[in-house]
């Protein structure tokens, strides 16, 4: 009986602890000069997980053009996918322990410069 009780404080504590991921799209594409680089959610989850330890690029995505996360007052994360320079923005509020999806970038084509363009999901 005591181990059952241990496993169960162990399985609370981690359920407890585990981050939560909301609104990552379940494929995610950027087209690139030399093809389409797919990445999996599970891909993009981890590069933002490991993302939110790093230093964000602005204190509230709300101060940022960030799509979808305009109105939220966390702090705003990108993270390179690689493949090219594409990469993926998030918010992290670490009061909830949630990572949530803002959008994705990659560079834009050819040699002429210009603005970063969206991927597509």
């Known amino acids: 009986m005591k181990t059952i009780s241990a496993i169960l404080v162990l399985f609370t504590a981690s359920a ?66 690689g493949e090219g320079g594409s990469g993926v923005y998030y918010v992290f509020d670490s009061a909830a322990n949630r990572i949530e999806f803002c959008g994705a970038d990659r560079p834009p084509l050819g040699t002429g410069g210009g603005y970063m363009e969206p991927c597509t999901f």
């Open 16 to 81: 407890v602890s585990a981050q939560t991921f909301t609104a990552f799209p379940t494929t995610l594409k950027c087209e690139l000069d030399t093809g389409v680089a797919t990445f999996t959610k599970a891909e993009v989850e981890a590069v933002a997980a490991a993302g939110i330890s790093g230093t964000p690029v602005e204190n509230s995505a709300a101060n940022a053009s960030s799509g979808r996360c305009t109105t939220y007052r966390l702090p705003y994360f990108r993270s390179e996918l």
